[in-house]
C-alpha cells in the first residue's frame, strides 16, 4: 500500500486547514488508519484515529474538539480536518495504516511521505 498526503500549508492561528491522503496499491478498506504529527527533534505522536468502517474514531486529547479524522474508503482516502489550529500544532503530519484492527505507532505497516503544516502569525 503506498500513502500519499497532501493539504499542508501556513496558516494563522485560528484557521482550518484539511488534509487529505490516497491509499494506492492494496485493499483500503482492511486497514486501520490513523494519522500522527512530529516536531523536529521530538518523537512522532498519535493525532487521530479512524477504524475500518471509518465509524470507530479517536483523538489525542490536544486536538479533541478541533480535529475531525475521517475517511471515504470508496475513494480509498482518509482525511483530517484540522480548525482552531494553534501555533503547537505546528508539526509534520503523516498517515498511517495498518492491518491489525486498533493501530498504535508500534503496528503501523505503511506511512505517508508526511505533510507540513506551520502555524503562525
Known amino acids: 500500500v503506498q500513502l500519499q498526503a497532501s493539504g499542508g500549508g501556513s496558516v494563522q492561528p485560528g484557521e482550518s486547514l484539511t488534509l487529505s491522503c490516497t491509499a494506492s496499491g492494496g485493499t483500503f478498506e482492511g486497514y486501520a488508519t490513523a494519522w500522527f504529527r512530529q516536531v523536529q527533534g521530538n518523537e512522532r505522536e498519535f493525532v487521530a484515529h479512524?477504524?475500518?468502517?471509518?465509524?470507530?474514531?479517536s483523538y489525542a486529547n490536544s486536538v479533541k474538539g478541533r480535529f475531525v479524522a475521517s475517511r471515504d474508503n470508496a475513494k480509498t482516502t482518509m482525511y483530517l480536518q484540522m480548525s482552531d489550529l494553534k501555533p503547537e500544532d505546528t508539526a509534520v503530519y503523516y498517515c498511517?495504516?495498518?492491518?491489525?484492527?486498533?493501530?498504535?505507532?508500534?503496528?503501523?505497516?505503511?506511512w505517508g511521505q508526511g505533510t507540513l503544516v506551520t502555524v503562525s502569525s
Open positions: 479512524i477504524g475500518r468502517s471509518g465509524g470507530s474514531r
Open positions: 498511517a495504516a495498518a492491518r491489525a484492527t486498533v493501530l498504535t505507532l508500534l503496528n503501523v505497516d505503511y
